[in-house]
């Protein structure tokens, strides 16, 4: 039994509207996910890469989202997958050709309050700059994990959720990564 031309018209319209707010979700999603992919990859250009693709992805995958997590949540882990990827790539690229790259700052201010005198505004560069060579330093899961807490502002359960592991596994990688931190802020190696 096929449907009516008035039936059809009506599923087009509901599906058109679906894509439609789904498409809104992600333009308002952008910026969360570029934040992420500039932190996690600490390099502008592949953090545009990589969030464009992670946003397509999502988008052409909307099909496969089971509900089991928030929206936010699944496009954030989408970014995070694709992230890793692209790190354990660089990883195995560095490895082979002995290329090292150097790291650029990123533009966004790691969420530091801005400095209201020129000292102020030396302590909040030399911080970035000890974060960045921090995150730069810590291994792929612990460098999500610290960002996703702490520079994005999510609970642990939700970011176990994004990365699928355990909440204890999330809580150990953190304190990992913290003590890492203050070890590289300390000047310790």
């Not at 009516?4 to 509901?14: D, M």
């Not at 999510?154 to 003590?179: C, F, N, Q, S, Y």
């Amino acid at each position: 039994m096929t449907a009516s031309p008035g039936a059809q018209a009506v599923a087009s319209q509901v599906k058109s509207d679906r894509e439609q707010a789904f498409a809104v979700f992600l333009s308002e999603q952008a910026g969360s996910v570029l934040r992420v992919a500039r932190r996690l990859l600490g390099d502008e250009e592949a953090a545009r890469d990589l969030a464009q693709d992670a946003l397509l992805k999502a988008h052409q995958s909307l099909h496969t989202f089971r509900g089991e997590a928030s929206l936010k949540t699944w496009v954030i882990r989408i970014a995070v997958n694709e992230g890793l990827k692209r790190l354990r790539r660089r990883r195995l690229k560095d490895r082979v050709t002995g290329w090292l790259r150097a790291g650029q700052s990123p533009d966004a201010g790691y969420g530091l309050s801005r400095p209201v005198n020129p000292e102020q505004a030396a302590g909040v560069r030399e911080q970035m700059e000890v974060l960045e060579r921090a995150l730069g330093e810590l291994p792929a899961r612990q460098r999500t994990v610290l960002v996703l807490r702490y520079l994005e502002g999510m609970g642990v359960d939700e970011i176990a959720e994004v990365l699928g592991i355990g909440p204890g596994t999330v809580k150990t990688h953190l304190v990992r990564a913290v003590r890492r931190v203050r070890e590289l802020g300390s000047g310790k190696r």
